[in-house]
């Protein structure tokens, strides 16, 4: 798919997580809306796997460890065919296989059950050296926000990647500036994060998680040469695509009215 392919594709998958908010009345809609241009760039631009062989062992591993993003997951597996669009009505509904948070194995697709936040990078690293082991040639792909970069266990791993040398891994740091009750960086000191990154032994880019051409083409290069795991700092805007909802931390728990995701479908060229 080209860029302009894969913009549309962002906008039509983030029509479907608003419209999935206001329909299963859930919290955590801009953390969704501001990783979507990361999950199109991979699923669509990068990762080796497919949709009909789900559990083939040499696939690339995608691991959403801001679980709490769970809708921006869901819509683009329904996307890519991973499962029928139509199980995704059933969204954070009583006995249906998809929950607000991740359940693993609970759709094609979902490689962790994430959510509590500061274990997906531990995770990704046991695939990768597992992969290693192995002699597979598969990559490992973990996206986390910005405040899961709190959490020690993110730091213990950081260090034990570079020190494996394990260059099929990737995280994917979703940069959107906030975090349940304010700034990350009036938080915690997360800035600067890239550098934090370079210190700990990472190949490390920072770039702006909504240029899609920017995040195909990081995306692609891995490894990178470098014989390092690689860190992307990726900028992004929580709420993004949604103008009213841009930047605007209370759409952490807000849920959108019919209204308002009418008014989306237009700002995001779906109507």
Same mark, same amino acid.
């Given at each position: 798919m080209n860029i302009p392919e894969l913009e549309a594709k962002a906008r039509k998958i983030r029509g479907k997580i608003v419209e999935l908010s206001h329909k299963a009345r859930t919290a955590h809609l801009g953390s969704s809306l501001s990783c979507t241009d990361i999950l +199109?760039?991979?699923?669509? !631009?990068?990762?080796k796997i497919d949709s009909q062989d789900a559990e083939n062992p040499d696939r690339d591993r995608f691991i959403l460890s801001k679980g709490h993003a769970a809708t921006t997951l869901y819509a683009t597996l329904a996307e890519a065919g991973f499962f029928p669009q139509e199980l995704?009505?059933?969204?954070?509904?009583?006995?249906?296989?998809?929950?607000?948070?991740?359940? +693993?194995?609970?759709?094609? !697709?979902?490689e962790l059950a994430t959510g509590s936040l500061g274990h997906g990078l531990s995770v990704g690293i046991g695939m990768a050296l597992a992969g290693r082991i192995q002699k597979r040639s598969y990559r490992v792909f973990v996206t986390m926000s910005d405040g899961e970069c709190n959490e020690g266990s993110v730091w213990e791993a950081a260090m034990f990647a570079p020190a494996q040398k394990l260059d099929n891994l990737v995280a994917i740091v979703d940069y959107n500036k906030w975090q349940a009750t304010g700034r990350s960086n009036e938080i915690m000191a997360l800035h600067p994060l890239k550098q934090k990154w370079e210190a700990f032994g990472w190949s490390t880019y920072e770039l702006d998680g909504h240029d899609m051409k920017a995040l195909v083409d990081t995306l692609r290069n891995v490894p990178d040469g470098s014989g390092k795991p690689i860190a992307i700092v990726a900028h992004t805007v929580k709420g993004k695509g949604v103008s009213f909802m841009e930047d605007d931390n209370n759409w952490h728990y807000r849920v959108p009215t019919a209204e308002e995701v009418e008014k989306a479908k237009v700002e995001l060229q779906l109507v």
């Open positions: +199109v760039a991979a699923y669509w !631009g990068s990762l995704l009505d059933t969204y954070a509904q009583d006995g249906s296989n998809l929950p607000e948070h991740p359940s +693993v194995k609970c759709v094609p !697709g979902v």
